[in-house]
């Protein structure tokens, strides 16, 4: 069964840091290209950054270059977010995203909320 679980979200400063986790279950991560998105309220889900299965190719969106970071460890089967600097419009719940191959479908997972407050 696939499954892909978030974890890490929480209420931290403007200027701190958390790292977020997705979890990977049910399918080998090292076959797939990995994306969180966010969405927050209001708002539509954006992609914030990707990572590809094949060399390790990065994309970020504008908003998060220098302050937010994506890694993948093939063999605990998880996805890290990092994320420092983090200013109040990066408020939202985080996504972590197995994206689509020609032969599989992508999947979602259910979500973590980042919340950014003094």
């Known amino acids: 069964q696939v499954q892909v679980v978030e974890s890490g979200g929480g209420l931290v400063q403007p200027g701190g840091s958390l790292r977020l986790s997705c979890a990977a279950a049910?399918?080998?991560?090292?076959?797939?290209?990995m994306s969180w998105y966010r969405q927050a309220p209001g708002k539509e889900r954006e992609l914030v950054a990707r990572i590809s299965n094949f060399r390790g190719g990065f994309y970020y969106a504008d908003s998060v270059k220098g302050r937010f970071t994506i890694s993948r460890d093939n063999a605990k089967n998880t996805v890290y977010l990092q994320m420092h600097s983090l200013k109040l419009e990066d408020t939202a719940v985080y996504y972590c995203?197995?994206?689509?191959?020609?032969?599989?479908?992508?999947?979602w997972g259910q979500g973590t909320q980042v919340t950014v407050s003094s």
């Open positions: 995203k197995r994206e689509p191959t020609p032969f599989r479908n992508g999947y």
């Open positions: 049910g399918f080998n991560l090292a076959d797939y290209a």
